[in-house]
């Protein structure tokens, strides 16, 4: 078993799930249920079935399942910058550097040894159909100032500053970054179901066309 664990902010969630048997049981079948069943369709009454348990006991975790799918959306941003620090921490040159995150961020999702309570291929999925469901909300901003997208920002962050290293002058690179997470997703998402917004949808691998879609975009936007 693992002994690396992903350590996310205590307000997205009542207890942590990834303490007892019953929470990681919780979040693996989450995953798995609205990667099939899209957020919309899934209950904590449809989960508490499949896990065998009851509805009770999965609000002692989550207050909902709004706070559920930021919880699992956390999750995997913290997960992505794990695997990003993990395979950069070698590169010294900005360049080089960025390029690796643009892969990492764009590539193919498949599961993770190191982390064998979470499908991060499932996860993916969800990530991919549901990620602006977690921010689009009405509560958004009290959200915010509980630290609720920390780990997306600090990704962003991150991301920033190594185009500032590139382009000290470059006015706009939070922006850049936010876009790019954003389209790492969206260009996925519009090839699989608006195929009319997208040439991703016309190709044999849309996450290795997306991969160069986004270096372009990134470093000649960067460069221009």
């Known amino acids: 078993m693992s ?12 207890k942590d799930p990834q303490s007892t048997e019953l929470g990681k049981k919780i979040v693996l079948e989450s995953i798995k249920m609205i990667s099939e069943l899209g957020f919309e369709a899934f ?15 999965i609000y002692r975790y989550f207050d909902n ?18 695997k ?14 960025l390029d690796k ?21 499932a996860l993916n999925k969800i990530v991919i159909a549901e990620s602006d469901k977690t921010y689009l909300t009405k509560q958004v901003d009290k959200d915010n100032q509980r630290g609720l997208f920390r780990g997306y920002k600090a990704l ?32 996925i998402f519009f090839g699989e179901h608006l195929p009319s917004l997208t040439e991703l949808s016309e190709l044999e691998d849309p996450y290795s066309a ?15």
């Open 43 to 57: 209950t904590f009454k449809k989960l508490s079935k499949r896990i065998e348990s009851t509805e009770a006991s």
């Open 156 to 187: 962003c962050e991150q991301i920033a500053g190594l185009i500032l290293k590139i382009n000290p002058n470059f006015n706009f690179s939070h922006a850049l970054a936010s876009t790019a997470l954003e389209a790492s997703n969206q260009q």
């Open 3 to 14: 002994t690396i664990q992903i350590q996310l902010s205590g307000n997205l969630y009542c």
């Open 101 to 121: 995150i643009i892969h990492l961020i764009t590539e193919k999702k498949v599961p993770d040894d190191t982390f064998p309570d979470i499908d991060e291929e």
């Open 65 to 82: 399942k709004h706070r559920l799918l930021v919880y699992l959306i956390s999750w995997y941003w913290a997960w992505l910058e794990y």
């Open 210 to 224: 997306n991969y160069h879609f986004l270096k372009n975009l990134i470093f000649k936007t960067i460069e221009a």
């Open 84 to 97: 990003i620090q993990y395979e950069t921490h070698h590169l010294h040159d900005a360049h080089q550097k």
